[in-house]
């Protein structure tokens, strides 16, 4: 069964470090999403993105994010400089549409620590 | 923001008796709500959805009931397994919004433990 990954499955950084979170999306699917979760906290949106450009974003989605397909099949989120409070578990999804019966599957996430 | 709401953010029930997990939401263009069960250090998993044009769905073990007039679903799961321990988030979307893209908004989550 085709499923979302991600990689790495954790990161330790040091705040004001730049890091990239990979992700590969169901290889039918048309839709991008990140989201996070902070400890303790719920899963909240941050991005989508369809047809090679952003759709939506959130307000934690600042410009210190940034969001790449740089081939047909990863899609990555960039954090410029990171922040204590970046520490949380990213998690990608995909989806073949937005609407309809559009179910958006989830990968397994990459935990992020920004010390 | 506290447009999904899940107000019991724990359940504990005994194997092979019935789990209802409640959730409300606030904002009436939601049109599709979705169920995703969540271990420890993993991702979300899709357990089943229903349309805001649906009252029922029923897949399995698993059953999601939508009362549109009280802005209420719940998600039954008959009979409960030690299997089904783990966090249960609801997911609401909007696709009348602006954007149309399609993004998630999730309650709070709850924990279901399943006792043997």
């Known amino acids: 069964e085709p499923e979302v990954t991600q990689t790495p499955s954790h990161q330790v950084t040091q705040m004001g470090q730049e890091v990239i979170l990979r992700c590969v999306p169901i290889?039918?699917?048309?839709?991008f999403y990140w989201y996070r979760q902070i400890l303790g906290q719920k899963v909240e949106f941050l991005v989508s993105?369809?047809?090679?450009?952003?759709?939506?974003k959130s307000e934690i989605f600042d410009d210190q994010f940034s969001v790449e397909r740089p081939d047909g099949s990863n899609f990555t989120l960039k954090i410029r400089s990171t922040k204590l409070e970046d520490s949380a578990m990213y998690f990608c999804?995909?989806?073949?549409?937005?609407?309809?019966?559009?179910?958006?599957?989830f990968g397994p996430g990459t935990r992020l620590l920004v010390l | 923001d506290q447009q999904v709401k899940q107000n019991s953010p724990s359940l504990s029930v005994q194997e092979g008796r019935i789990s209802i997990l409640n959730c409300d939401y606030t904002?009436?263009?939601?049109?599709?709500f979705l169920w995703y069960k969540k271990y420890p250090a993993e991702g979300p998993t899709f357990l089943i959805s229903?349309?805001?044009?649906?009252d029922k769905n029923e897949d399995g073990r698993f059953t999601v009931f939508l009362n549109k007039s009280a802005k209420h679903l719940s998600l039954h799961i008959v009979p409960s397994q030690p299997g089904d321990s783990a966090v249960y988030f609801c997911?609401?979307?909007?696709?009348?919004?602006?954007?149309?893209?399609?993004?998630?908004?999730f309650g709070q989550g709850t924990t279901l433990q399943v006792k043997p």
């Open positions: 290889s039918n699917h048309l839709y």
């Open positions: 999804a995909s989806s073949r549409t937005s609407g309809g019966f559009g179910t958006q599957y």
């Open positions: 229903i349309s805001s044009i649906k």
């Open positions: 904002n009436s263009m939601f049109d599709y």
């Open positions: 997911a609401a979307r909007d696709v009348h919004g602006s954007s149309n893209t399609g993004k998630l908004i």
């Open positions: 993105f369809y047809n090679n450009e952003i759709s939506e």
